[in-house]
């Protein structure tokens, strides 16, 4: 692969992704206007969807071998979506924070049913038991956060150690960004570690949302709380998109 | 002001910066090559250069208020120097590695300047109570960091909580990216987080920078200290612009 179509196959990949998730989100939306909802079939766009999100990681995870350091503020991304940027993607106690957010609205009844036909919402019916699963979740998820946090924290202290630092020294009086094989050697270094803990971040978010879906929420749950997630996430990026126009930024989209 | 030029100032603004970085770091060098380092020159020269990067922060946090959301990954930086970034700006613990790196390889060429009976670097001259010092600094700026660590955590996950889920929602079937009044509303709320927590990151920068600059270098150790920091971050940016034309990504520069 030429290596100029780094970012341009990573932004693709990523268009891509966003293209899914509308798609996706009419299918489920579909699934949740069905009277009589056959539960075998409910499961199986739960398992397609979770499935697509597991291929995008995949994909992306793949691309981000050649140049990671794309991943931690992607040019394609909004600034929005940037600034809420943890380790190349969401946080993964957003993910409950989400559904925290459905079931308190939908208890509550604040909500506008965006379904017609549904006198109530089904994540407003979570059991004592599937709440006590959430919030033991969420802690063991805020918990593996805070330790992928630390270790990004201590990669870009590195940069300012040895031996980068000392390279910058020893490079001319007039800066050039030239890269000799020693800059090479130790940024190179730089990537594999951020890679690895990419790596492990994509591994909180699968399995935060499939502990989530397949381990806590029945299957109309899992549904309704993936349709609501597509949408956020979609919103998000055209509320940003938007933002970023009125300011006069970023070229990319 | 055109809210347009948002992005443009504020590129200025860095671009600037970078600047006047590089003629700060042809002041520092021509100070150490002095034979006889006059002392209140070298406060003098500090105490400028140091109220260059206050002036920087302070003009940019100006900036930052009309859209805040831009510095979290600025396009003007190279992905590179945003997959470093912490809270719109480089890690307070950095500045104290960077020391300890400088530190370190100042001791490792004594030997060698010893050997050949050259005189010594001053930063490996680091009596055992500066040394002291720096170690008390370092633990207090992680814990600092920590703590603001976990405000942008929390701010992160309240996009995914009432009221901007909820709002997301509620939006029309057909995603358009259009912002209403409520939307503006909170995201103007997370805007002001964000803003807030910005500042406390640079009041720690530059906390920590003043305190190992006046509190804990000798004049000559901090010009010292101040031109390998300056020498780094420029290296950095041109090595971070150097791998994305080669990986084809960022048309910002």
Redesign the interface.
């Known amino acids: 692969m030429d290596?100029?179509?780094?970012?341009?196959q990573s932004e693709r990949c990523f268009l891509d992704w966003m293209k899914l998730q509308?798609v996706d989100l009419g299918e489920l939306?579909q699934a949740l206007t069905l009277k009589e909802k056959n539960e075998s079939l409910l499961v199986q766009i739960v398992e397609k969807v979770f499935q697509h999100f597991q291929d995008y990681v995949d994909k992306r995870a793949q691309l981000a071998h050649?140049?990671?350091?794309?991943?931690?503020?992607p040019?394609w991304?909004?600034?929005?979506e940037?600034?809420?940027?943890?380790l190349a993607g969401?946080?993964p106690?957003?993910?409950i924070?989400?559904l925290?957010?459905?079931c308190?609205?939908e208890v509550n009844s604040?909500?506008?049913e965006?379904i017609e036909g549904r006198k109530r919402g089904d994540l407003g019916d979570l059991s004592s038991n599937q709440l006590n699963m959430v919030n033991n979740l969420q802690s063991k998820t805020v918990k593996q956060?805070e330790k992928l946090?630390s270790k990004l924290?201590s990669l870009?202290?590195?940069?300012?150690?040895?031996p980068?630092?000392?390279?910058?020294?020893r490079?001319q009086?007039q800066?050039?960004?030239?890269?000799n094989e020693e800059?090479e050697r130790a940024?190179k270094d730089q990537d594999e570690g951020?890679m690895r803990v990419m790596k492990e971040a994509d591994n909180l978010r699968l399995n935060t949302l499939k502990e989530l879906l397949f381990g806590i929420l029945t299957p109309v749950q899992a549904v309704e709380y993936l349709a609501?997630s597509k949408?956020?996430h979609?919103?998000?990026?055209?509320?940003?998109?938007?933002?970023d126009q009125?300011?006069?930024?970023?070229?990319?989209y």
Chains 1, 2 share one sequence.
């Open positions: 290596s100029n179509d780094d970012h341009n509308e939306r050649n140049y990671v350091s794309l991943y931690f503020a040019s991304n909004s600034s929005l940037n600034s809420m940027l943890w969401c946080r106690s957003s993910f924070r989400l925290y957010a459905l308190g609205s604040h909500l506008t965006y956060e946090t924290a870009q202290e590195d940069l300012a150690d040895e980068i630092s000392i390279i910058a020294q490079t009086t800066i050039t960004g030239e890269l800059v940024l951020m609501a949408k956020l979609l919103c998000m990026h055209e509320w940003g998109k938007t933002r009125m300011h006069g930024g970023r070229s990319n």
